[in-house]
């Protein structure tokens, strides 16, 4: 089956499908543009993130669902030429299954972005402050709620779904917070607390590489438990490779460095120190007497330019300074 036949197939199956009832489903295809404004958005979303360019029409295939109308209505988007590798290698039964569970879960915005229209108190425990890139996402932030922190924006979500093999989450819209009647720093201070209970976080020497840990793997905040002082021995070679601070859920745990006490707790087992943000899930920690900062910039403007756009956070490097207890670019 070519691409053009699939891409076909797979709108007519999907358009058949119980699971999508009540969902508007559309075909957004190369050379496609809109004058509806919020759909037009996210095409800008994609070619931005996905195509490196900044225009109103599609450079590529996208299967997209809205679900609910005005300010409850939710917008999810799959790119159909990822699906057709898929289609290529394991048949229909490896595209169509999948894609109709998230159609499902990511339906369940819906339902929670009319929770939200209750009051603060239905949504609160669904509040969580995730790291975005600033410039990436700036037309997006300019109706969201963020803290900005350099080239970074610390930006309040919600929760949407959450499973061991599926994690949602949504950009929240002043359009949605604004009938709770709250300050800006005022949700974002208790989203981040909010986000240290549900996602602690942890610490692990860089050459750990494995994607699973233990909850009592990495911890070095003493509040959440004993630490482990022979991990974080800061011998030189572990000094020289760093460490990676995450959180245990690792989805988007680069906010861990941001979470209170963190950048102190830090301070205290290696002294002034030298962090970097190799993706929005997790920061690079230096002792600065076994690194070079400018060495870290190189290496993260590397990884930067080869890991997907959507994946970045950060192209500077900061110096905690200990004594001081500030931050500063390097």
């Known amino acids: 089956m070519t ?3 699939f891409k076909g197939e797979l709108y007519r199956i999907i358009m058949q499908q119980e699971d999508v009832k009540g969902r508007k489903i559309m075909l957004l295809e190369k ?14 979303y994609i070619n931005r993130v996905t195509f490196g360019r900044e225009d109103n029409v599609m450079h590529g295939d996208y299967l997209q669902v809205i679900w609910g109308e005005g300010s409850i209505r939710s917008v999810m988007n799959w790119d159909i030429q990822e699906y057709y590798e898929r289609f290529q290698k394991e048949g229909w039964q490896g595209v169509i299954p999948e894609l109709l569970l998230k159609i499902q879960r990511s339906g369940l915005s819906t339902e929670w972005l009319q929770l939200s229209q209750s ?37 309040l979500y919600g929760i949407v779904y959450d499973a061991e093999d599926d994690y949602v989450t949504m950009k929240l819209k002043r359009e949605i917070t604004d009938v709770w009647k709250m300050e800006d720093d005022t949700l974002l201070e208790n989203a981040l607390k909010n ?3 549900l996602m602690p976080p942890r610490l692990y020497r860089s050459t750990d590489l494995r994607s699973k840990h ?10 959440d438990g004993e630490t482990d ?33 963190v950048r102190e707790r830090l301070g205290e087992l290696f002294g002034d120190y030298y962090v970097g943000f190799t ?39 900061y110096r905690y300074r200990t004594r001081r207890g500030d931050l500063i670019e390097v």
């Not at 400018?294 to 959507?310: A, D, G, T, Y």
Request: hydrophobic share 35%.
């Open 195 to 197: 986000s240290v209970s």
């Open 3 to 5: 691409y053009e036949e």
């Open 119 to 155: 009051g603060y108190q239905q949504t609160a425990d669904r509040l969580i402050v995730r790291p975005i890139h600033y410039e990436t996402n700036q037309y997006e932030l300019e109706s969201g709620i963020f803290w900005k922190f350099g080239d970074m924006a610390l930006t």
């Open 229 to 261: 002082q022979e991990l974080f021995h800061t011998g030189s070679m572990e000094g020289v490779l760093g460490y990676r601070l995450t959180t245990t859920k690792t989805i988007n745990g680069a906010i861990a460095f941001f979470y209170p006490g």
């Open 279 to 317: 993706s929005i899930h997790e920061a690079v920690i230096h002792p600065v007497n076994h690194q070079n900062p400018q060495c870290m910039k190189e290496s993260i403007r590397e990884i930067n330019e080869v890991f997907p756009k959507e994946e970045m956070l950060s192209n500077c490097i």
């Open 31 to 44: 050379g496609y543009t809109t004058r509806d404004s919020q759909i037009l958005n996210m095409i800008r």
């Open 214 to 223: 233990s909850l009592e793997e990495g911890i070095f905040m003493e509040c």
